[in-house]
């Protein structure tokens, strides 16, 4: 729904370059390099390794230190790609440079890094980070260094989440967020697996426990949450605090715990959709008032087929928009829970993706509960009639 600033310009970027094996980085005269040289060759060698290999998925970096997974994939998606300028034909167009390696102890190391160049006279950073390099046996191995940021932060479990905060945790909602997530996944019969929330106060604080000092995909913006997974733990580092709006999100969780369970390929979006307004409302909007509204958009005895395939938007305005299409599907969904259990919203919801014609989703939908184009209107009918309004 709204999640996820950085997916959207990840997705932009995805678009328009092709991700070429970065080249080596550049080591300018300044950068003090440790004493011992022969060392300090295998840290390049293998941070060379690292970077050439983040075109990958991290998991399969054999330079990532696995112990940290889940946010070294976080960060890895960050740098991924930053050689190239949103202008395709500016490919390799940054460079990347160390600009410090500053060493923790005999076998550890802080690398800072930056890709830079300059267009024109002015000089442009794309992107600075901070990355943790271990000593593993004849090499490196390089990580995230979240566990490091966060290490004097509080911490919360309730079930398999793990919240995590600087300042403050608002208790009960971190519990009905872990609740709901156990609700839907027992519904799904989902994997199990860990969360880990890191609540930061602000997106500045959120990137740099990453290991993001600057990213220039972020300038003047004031909230994005960056997720990963990896070791069966699903990670959110959350750029707004857990006092905003949609800091515990009952819709997009549901989204998440679906996408977990089954291919996001055979995934119907519209019924998924659907489902999110049911069991989370939509923009902080409850089901109830969603409807409430719906029925305000829509005149009774609406020839309710084609308002489907119309699909209007009946909501604020565009970016806060609530779909016609959506709300039947909830009421189609409630109804096939209610008389074949879930199983059977399971068949609607993995009958594909949508098509033009909805072809898939009228044959699901006529398998699971005997509802076709035919008797669409009159069944739809009964349900907007027969659904309670509080
Ligand atoms: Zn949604």
């Known amino acids: 729904m709204f999640k996820k600033i950085y997916l959207i310009l990840t997705g932009i970027l995805i678009t328009v370059v092709s991700y070429a094996q970065p080249g080596p980085v550049i080591i300018p005269q300044y950068v003090k390099l440790p004493v011992d040289s022969v060392q300090t060759k295998k840290l390049i060698s293998s941070l060379n390794g690292f970077l050439q290999q983040s075109i990958n998925p991290t998991k399969d970096n054999t330079f990532s230190l696995k112990d940290y997974l889940p946010e070294t994939a976080a960060l890895v998606a960050e740098i991924r790609g930053m050689e190239n300028a949103k202008n395709p034909d500016r490919k390799d167009f940054y460079k990347c440079y160390i600009t410090n390696i500053m060493p923790l102890d005999s076998t550890t190391y802080i690398i800072q890094l930056a890709y830079m160049a300059v267009d024109g006279a002015t000089p442009i950073t794309r992107i600075s980070i901070k990355l943790l390099a271990r000593r593993a046996g004849d090499g490196y191995l390089f990580y995230s260094p979240?566990?490091?940021?966060?290490?004097?932060?509080?911490?919360?479990?309730?079930?398999?989440?793990?919240?995590?905060?600087?300042?403050?945790?608002?208790?009960?909602?971190?519990?009905?967020?872990?609740?709901?997530?156990?609700?839907?996944?027992?519904?799904?019969?989902?994997?199990?697996?860990?969360?880990?929330?890191?609540?930061?106060?602000?997106?500045q604080q959120s990137l740099e426990v990453l290991g993001i000092d600057y990213e220039a995909d972020y300038n003047g913006l004031t909230g994005a949450d960056f997720s990963a997974f990896g070791n069966n733990i699903e990670l959110d580092v959350m750029g707004t605090g857990d006092g905003d709006t949609y800091a515990y999100d009952i819709h997009d969780l549901w989204h998440d715990r679906l996408h977990h369970t089954i291919p996001v390929t055979t995934i119907n979006k519209p019924v998924d959709e659907a489902c999110a307004y049911l069991y989370g409302g939509s923009?902080?909007?409850?089901?109830?008032?969603?409807?409430?509204?719906?029925?305000?958009?829509?005149?009774a005895h609406t020839d309710w087929l084609a308002a489907f395939n119309e699909n209007k938007n009946f909501g604020e305005n565009q970016r806060y928009h609530l779909y016609v299409a959506y709300v039947i599907d909830a009421l189609l969904a409630q109804k096939i829970e209610k008389e074949k259990g879930f199983a059977g919203v399971m068949a609607l919801l993995s009958c594909g993706k949508k098509e033009d014609s909805n072809d898939n989703f009228f044959l699901a939908l006529h398998k699971t509960i005997g509802i076709n184009r035919a008797n669409f209107n009159t069944e739809v009918e009964k349900l907007i009639e027969g659904e309670e309004v509080k």
């Open 283 to 299: 923009w902080g909007i409850s089901w109830n008032d969603i409807f409430k509204r719906f029925k305000a958009a829509m005149p």
């Open 146 to 203: 979240l566990k490091r940021n966060t290490l004097n932060w509080k911490s919360k479990q309730e079930g398999n989440f793990t919240f995590y905060y600087r300042t403050s945790l608002d208790t009960a909602k971190a519990a009905n967020y872990a609740k709901k997530a156990q609700e839907f996944d027992a519904k799904l019969h989902a994997p199990v697996y860990g969360n880990q929330m890191y609540f930061c106060d602000d997106l």
